[in-house]
């Protein structure tokens, strides 16, 4: 990853396609099109390749957590279950629909302990929000039959993992909607984007209208659609929908490549005792986007991190100090720095967001670094790069 190392003449056919038309906007012209529908395209053949029913293109990884939410009716007052060890935007999404982040320890895995999520249960919680860390996978089968047993509401957030899959199914088509994201540093990129899927209809048709202004998008004429509900604008345009068709065609041999560099530094790697790795469910379905390994201790991790970047190893992420993927650094959540008022605010039992208490996350993530795996690298990058690692680790 990303798919920006690879753009090519597939991506600039597939613009040209646009450019020519003149047509930048998703619905509607259909004369002038020549023939030329960018995001539907996509939104078929994305659907294709991960065996859901439906699939709908939409701005951003964010806004297909917002229409994934408002699809499946989460709303003011609701708790939705989250990992601590996220984008920050999985928690936005879900105080802009007005309800509450409840957040729960991570394991091994790097996402949501299945044990940790019925400890936070409550008569209020409405879904499991399950985020795929880093290109693999959460315990979703475990997450899946407690979310069907409690009578909870499963949505996977697959912002980091497309591709990815447990024991042969899609990462996003467990819950009833997953959602994905292809901005500029994702496996596969339209620049700015994202989709959610779904084999409910009902919710596909309350997603596809949600993300445009409350459209139902039946008929060719845009003027007479109805309004069956309230939305947003979060729709795409065939510029940026081009460019990721062209990559989502190049997908498996993006996660080929992925999986035999990483083997190759993974493999060189299990000769240090020192360093353990990330626990995969399934490893032959994980997108190998990233090298997730744990050290002995915080100051083992901090020193190695330190001394990886130092050696020219670049693209190694200590997430413990990140801040943007770790609550721990989310200060502006901590202080509810906003730019207006939300619903949560107003709550008679408004949550604390600076208590909230996660040794056992704090524990895994502070002992765990994250190694970027790219697709530019030549057999002799590779070689180069597990000589420098190997250097390193010799002398933890």
């Known amino acids: 990853m990303p798919g920006f190392e690879i753009f090519g003449d597939e991506e600039r056919k597939?613009?040209?396609?646009?450019?020519?038309?003149?047509?930048?906007?998703?619905?509607?012209?259909?004369?002038?099109?020549?023939?030329?529908?960018?995001?539907?395209?996509?939104?078929?053949?994305?659907?294709?390749?991960?065996?859901?029913?439906?699939?709908?293109?939409?701005?951003?990884?964010?806004?297909?957590?917002?229409?994934?939410?408002?699809?499946?009716?989460?709303?003011?007052?609701?708790?939705?279950?989250?990992?601590?060890?996220t984008f920050v935007a999985t928690v936005e999404a879900i105080l802009?629909?007005?309800?509450?982040?409840?957040?729960?320890?991570?394991?091994?895995?790097?996402?949501?302990?299945?044990?940790?999520?019925?400890?936070?249960?409550?008569?209020?919680?409405?879904?499991?929000?399950?985020?795929?860390?880093?290109?693999a996978?959460?315990?979703?089968?475990?997450?899946?039959?407690?979310?069907?047993?409690?009578?909870?509401?499963?949505?996977?957030?697959?912002?980091?993992?497309?591709?990815?899959?447990?024991?042969?199914?899609?990462?996003?088509?467990?819950?009833?909607?997953?959602?994905?994201?292809?901005d500029p540093v994702k496996t596969i990129t339209c620049g700015e984007g994202g989709a959610v899927v779904t084999d409910d209809s009902k919710r596909y048709s309350r997603a596809h209208a949600f993300a445009d202004h409350g459209h139902d998008h039946i008929g060719n004429d845009r003027g007479a659609e109805d309004h069956p509900?309230?939305?947003?604008?979060?729709?795409?345009?065939?510029?940026?929908?081009?460019?990721?068709?062209?990559?989502?065609?190049?997908?498996?041999?993006?996660?080929?490549?992925?999986?035999?560099?990483?083997?190759?530094?993974?493999?060189?790697?299990?000769?240090?005792?020192?360093?353990?790795?990330?626990?995969?469910?399934?490893?032959?379905?994980?997108?190998?986007?990233?090298?997730s390994f744990m050290l002995a201790d915080e100051d083992s991790a901090r020193r190695t991190a330190q001394a990886l970047d130092q050696a020219g190893v670049d693209g190694c992420f200590y997430w413990y100090a990140n801040n943007w993927h770790y609550l721990r650094q989310w200060h502006h959540l901590k202080q509810m720095k906003v730019a207006a008022r939300l619903p949560i605010q107003i709550y008679d039992q408004q949550p604390d967001f600076a208590k909230v208490d996660l040794p056992r996350s704090d524990a895994i993530m502070a002992r765990t670094i994250c190694m970027q795996i790219k697709l530019a690298w030549s057999p002799s990058d590779v070689q180069e790069r597990i000589a420098r690692i190997e250097q390193v680790l010799k002398k933890i």
């Open 96 to 135: 802009m629909a007005g309800a509450i982040p409840v957040f729960a320890e991570i394991d091994e895995t790097l996402c949501l302990d299945p044990a940790a999520i019925a400890a936070r249960l409550t008569h209020r919680t409405k879904a499991v929000m399950v985020v795929h860390m880093c290109g």
């Open 229 to 291: 509900l309230l939305g947003y604008n979060y729709r795409i345009s065939e510029l940026n929908a081009a460019v990721g068709l062209a990559q989502l065609r190049k997908l498996d041999a993006i996660l080929d490549t992925q999986r035999k560099n990483k083997a190759a530094i993974k493999g060189a790697m299990r000769a240090f005792s020192k360093v353990s790795f990330r626990c995969l469910p399934d490893e032959a379905g994980d997108s190998a986007t990233f090298l």
């Open 14 to 85: 597939e613009v040209q396609d646009v450019l020519g038309t003149g047509v930048l906007f998703r619905y509607g012209f259909d004369a002038a099109r020549n023939g030329h529908w960018k995001a539907r395209t996509f939104e078929e053949e994305l659907a294709s390749r991960l065996g859901a029913t439906h699939c709908h293109l939409c701005s951003s990884g964010t806004a297909a957590l917002s229409i994934a939410l408002a699809a499946c009716g989460v709303g003011a007052g609701d708790e939705v279950i989250i990992p601590a060890f």
């Open 137 to 182: 996978m959460a315990r979703i089968d475990e997450i899946k039959s407690l979310c069907d047993q409690k009578g909870v509401l499963l949505i996977e957030d697959t912002c980091q993992s497309v591709g990815a899959a447990f024991n042969g199914k899609a990462l996003g088509t467990f819950g009833l909607m997953g959602c994905y994201s292809f």
